[in-house]
């Protein structure tokens, strides 16, 4: 069975910081990525997503994310966070043309400090 | 805008009632979902449905099962709630069975058996 790591469970940082939060995965066929974020009483929504081509995706809010199959990874990076950034996030994979059921990661909560 | 709703926010339940979640989604998705979300554990998936009155089993079916009559609607019955069923509940749905899309998500419902 596929799994998904994110090896950062709390994250705090200050404002301006840069952000890289990892993502690692253990299928080995081909795949598609997601990042999820969920703010403070809000539904979870997507940031992000990675089909096929370029490996470096961008998303809402500055989000970006970069897709290294060698390595099974998709971290998520933004080069300088804001408090509204404040929120967990959460790396998600499914198996490619293989339906619609997600594999989620254990999230990373964010605390961005004003 | 996609929207998926669910019946109640907070749950509060005794161990061995029978308890009904409800979500609904308005934009004629196919499929529909429904998570568990714990600290630390991120999302796992219950169970998923990809047309009426069908269902498949997700990681973790024990102690739940899933009703859907129309379309629109993807009910989760507890049998008989047991402590270890106090979670947050997301519902999500997304629009075909064999693409790998977004899945769109409910509010969540916060339930406390006790």
């Known amino acids: 069975a596929q799994s998904v790591s994110q090896h950062n469970h709390h994250v705090i940082l200050s404002e301006a910081a840069s952000l890289e939060l990892g993502c690692n995965y253990s299928?080995?066929?081909?795949?598609?990525l997601f990042w999820y974020v969920q703010y403070p009483g809000q539904h979870l929504q997507l940031l992000l997503k990675?089909?096929?081509?370029?490996?470096l995706v961008k998303g809402i809010k500055g989000f970006e994310a970069e897709f290294i199959k060698s390595k099974f990874s998709f971290n998520l990076r933004k080069p300088s966070v804001q408090w509204s950034d404040t929120a967990e996030y959460f790396c998600?994979?499914?198996?490619?043309?293989?339906?619609?059921?997600?594999?989620f990661g254990g999230g990373t909560r964010l605390m961005v400090k004003p | 805008d996609v929207k998926v709703t669910q019946s109640s926010r907070y749950l509060v339940k005794r161990t061995g009632e029978k308890v009904f979640l409800e979500c609904v989604q308005d934009?004629?998705?196919?499929?529909m979902f429904w998570y568990r979300q714990d600290p630390g554990l991120g999302l796992r998936l219950i169970y998923f449905?990809?047309?009426?009155?069908?269902?498949e089993k997700g990681d973790i079916p024990e102690g739940y099962s899933v009703s859907r009559e129309k379309k629109e609607r993807f009910s989760l019955i507890l049998e008989s709630a047991s402590t270890n069923q106090t979670s947050m509940y997301l519902c999500?749905?997304?629009?075909?069975?064999?693409?790998?899309?977004?899945?769109?998500f409910g509010p969540g419902t916060r339930l406390l058996v006790l």
């Open positions: 934009m004629d998705h196919e499929n």
């Open positions: 299928y080995g066929g081909t795949v598609n």
């Open positions: 990675y089909f096929s081509g370029d490996p």
């Open positions: 998600a994979v499914t198996k490619h043309n293989a339906g619609n059921m997600l594999t």
């Open positions: 449905s990809y047309d009426v009155k069908m269902k």
């Open positions: 999500a749905s997304s629009l075909q069975r064999w693409q790998s899309e977004t899945q769109y």
